[in-house]
């Protein structure tokens, strides 16, 4: 690997993410904070930011003249790593302002952040400063679709050429394929990036007209379309239930966590083919039948189990499992007090997760067509094993390197969830409660069950364990392998 050229990519990440922290600064000076304070809070790290990209932009010796034409494993570098620093950057706000005692409490909150995993350890969301309510929610609104895929068109206009965005788009939009919308790997950043803030517009109007007030819209649309689940105040969504206008907003917030979890190429098909760009998707059908099959069962347990009304199941039991699957995170009820098969179904959700190329998390539901292509042709090649079976879905054919990859990445998730619950359960939570942390940080969700449950947090967590849970929510949000390479000795090699 060609260390300059990393570290210039990464450079280039950082010297540009100091226009992040204007939003908060500029929010805090409409509430009438403190100006100084918010001058130390905000401008402090991205004064920090940008040195630091400076600094290794220098360093890597960057030719301004010539293309930065990066590697497979120097794009997933720089992926990783910038990722890793951008969030270790985020945390300054929280120390800053005084929201965070300890920077490890700090890094978890904005490494949950960027990762849209929404998991938090502050008890107390009331009464917090405008501007850290803003920047919990833009962190979560920029990692949604991707900082990476932000600076793609940066990489491909800065550095004169499309190999070095179209990398790094790889490596933030990890998948069974990387179809391009349009032929410039830039373009199709800005495309996705466009339709990402149309829906953003669109569902802050709703909110705003469903009597949120215009801060309140737009930080739980930030954290919804992004399937992130910050919100503005400590009883998340149940907050609003005494308005009249709740069971729609619950809806609304509902829809736009379901197309936060849909593959974003398919809107951008939409506004070509209409609504037979959804629904001859293989992939979109199995996610919104999982999906619909999970509410199901959860509003049978329900009625049947805990005795609870029809419409009172159908509402909860629809919020909160598009909720989890599309690893949002944001709640409605204590589901901590549903029957076991209702919590079992939860926990499957976790894991399902939403769409190759959406904002969501988990496995993907890709990954699981794949496998189960794969094991079914396994069955029918006993007895035959000269036959040629290609693993399919819809049209597409896989190779077998895509197969191999796929099967390889659910060993190590199955592996690490098992290896990083143990040691949780090692810092002394119980079974459950560990058991869920991680399926809730690796899956960037958010709650979990037990002593992180919907009506609890992070907080209670010793140091050690929130280190743990902060490196999987980076696992996590990258899909393992783009973080795993960094630890390969290969990845270092000319």
Known sequence: MRFKKALTGIGAVLLIYPIAFLLPLLVGAIYAENFFFLLKSYMLPALFSFLLGLFMINWGKWDRHHELELRPSEALVVVSLSWFFIAAIGALP???????????????????????????????????????????ALTQWLGGLGVIVLMVALFSMLFGGPKAGMMLM????????????????????????????????????????????LFDAVCHTFTTLSTGGFGTHTASITYYQNLPTAPIIELVIVFFMFVGGVNFVLHYNFIKKGIRGYLRDREFKVYAFIMLGMILIVVLDLVINKGQGVFRSIRESLF????????????????????????????????????????????????????????????????????VIPVRMGDVVFSEGIVRSVLIFIFAY?????????????????????LSSVAATLGNVGPGLGLVGPTANYAGIVPIGKVILTLLMWLGRLEILVVVVLFFPSTYRS
Request: no cysteine; net charge positive; proline share 2%.
């Open 414 to 434: 199955i592996s690490i969830f098992v290896f990083s619950s143990f040691l949780m359960s090692l810092t002394g939570l119980d079974a459950i409660s560990a």
């Open 320 to 387: 909160t499992i598009v909720s989890m699957q599309t690893t949002t995170g944001f709640v409605t009820a204590d589901y901590g007090t549903w029957p076991s098969l209702s919590k079992f179904i939860l926990i499957l959700a976790m894991f399902f997760g939403g769409m190759t190329g959406s904002t969501g998390g988990g496995m993907k539901i890709a990954r699981f067509i794949i496998a189960y292509q794969a094991a079914k042709r396994s069955l029918k090649r006993i007895g035959h094993s000269d036959s």
């Open 170 to 213: 790889k490596g933030e939009v990890p998948g069974h394929s990387s179809e391009k919308i349009v032929h410039r790997i830039k373009d199709t950043a800005k495309i996705l990036w466009a339709i990402y803030g149309i829906l953003t517009l669109a569902e802050i109007l709703l909110l705003t007209i469903l009597g949120l007030n």
């Open 94 to 136: 929280y120390l800053l302002t005084g929201t965070m005692v300890t920077y490890v409490d700090g890094f978890f909150e904005s490494m949950s952040g960027f990762t849209t995993t929404g998991a938090s350890v502050i008890t107390e969301i009331d009464g917090l400063p405008h501007s850290i309510l803003l920047w919990r």
